[in-house]
Every structure is written in C-alpha cells, then in structure tokens.
C-alpha cells in the first residue's frame, strides 16, 4: 500500500502564489502517476496536474501557464508551484498516486484565494 501526505495549502490573495507538496511512503515501487485533483463547494472534482514516472505531464486547461507540477525522486515527492492565483482556484485539493493496481489519496489541503 502507499500512505500520501500532503501539505501546503492555505489561504493567498488573488495574483499570490503557493506551493504544494505530497510525499508519498509505502510500496512506491507500485506509483506510475501522481498530482492533484482539486473540488469545490457545489462543483465536481477535477483534475488539475498529473505526472507520470517518464515525466510526462498533464494539466488542466484552466491552469495551464500558471501551475507547475514537479518531482523530487528522493524524497519521493512531488510539488505543484501555484502561481497567479485566481478566486476561481479555491478548493480542497487532493493529491492522488495511481498504482498498477490500486489508486491513492491525500488528505487533501485547503487552498482559499482571496479577491
């Protein structure tokens, strides 16, 4: 099993920046991808940034240009660089792994954009 924690969140006025990070423990040989998804008071979760053991990376439209995701091999962590934030950008966020055959979850951390 892998056990995710995740930490960073916080409250930020519009155009700030934060960064989170979610390090990953556990059977971590079994990880192909991690990122987070984020969801919002009365809204679907969704996915925000994925990257996968190859370094390929994904992110979503609305955060693309402004939120990096990146990874830190030997700490087995990885790290999403928020910047330029946005009101429409406050959610819980919630780091994930996908394994080859079990997918995992943070605790997820509260991200509040102030305007």
């Known amino acids: 099993q892998v056990q995710l924690v995740e930490s960073g969140g916080g409250l930020v006025q519009a155009g700030g920046s934060l960064r989170l990070s979610c390090a990953a423990s556990g059977s971590i040989f079994s990880i192909n991808a991690m990122g987070w998804h984020r969801q919002a008071p009365g809204k679907q979760r969704e996915l925000v940034a994925r990257?996968?053991?190859?370094?390929?990376?994904n992110y979503a439209d609305s955060v693309k240009g402004r939120f990096t995701i990146s990874r830190d091999n030997a700490k087995n962590t990885v790290y999403l660089q928020m910047n330029s934030l946005k009101s429409e950008d406050t959610a819980v966020y919630y780091c994930f792994a996908n394994g080859y055959i079990a997918g995992y979850w943070g605790q997820g951390t509260q991200v509040t954009v102030s305007s």
């Open positions: 990257i996968s053991n190859d370094g390929s990376t």
